[in-house]
């Protein structure tokens, strides 16, 4: 996902704050290997961010707000959000322009699974 797509951004419920350390680690080093930056600060009532916004590719800013429209019932824990996103322009990114692309491409890497 991360060489195949320059733009991606991923918006859900990930409820990390009860994972044990070990599913933690698994995510922050995915985090890390996408290049993902997490751009919600709206807490719930505990304090917390729950539903997280990441993204990577994005020229423009990413940004969370809290809003007073929602589609459904509000859920304290799940606070409803609004997500602005600026999209680069678009241009063809160097196939080597990230840390994943640069180590695939260095270890003859093939993706074998794709998620989307």
Known sequence: MCDRY???I????FNLYSCPVSISNYFE????????????KVPN???RQLDLV???????????A?????LVPVDP???PLAVSVCPAPAHPASPSSSPAAAYAA?????PTVEFL
């Open 77 to 79: 824990h799940h606070p």
């Open 10 to 13: 991923v918006i859900g419920d």
């Open 29 to 40: 080093y995915f985090m890390s290997y996408c290049e993902f930056t997490q751009s919600n």
């Open 45 to 47: 009532v505990l304090g």
């Open 106 to 110: 260095a270890h003859n890497i093939r």
């Open 66 to 70: 809290a809003t007073d429209d929602a």
């Open 54 to 64: 990441f993204s990577t590719g994005f020229s423009g800013e990413v940004s969370v």
């Open 6 to 8: 320059k733009q991606v």
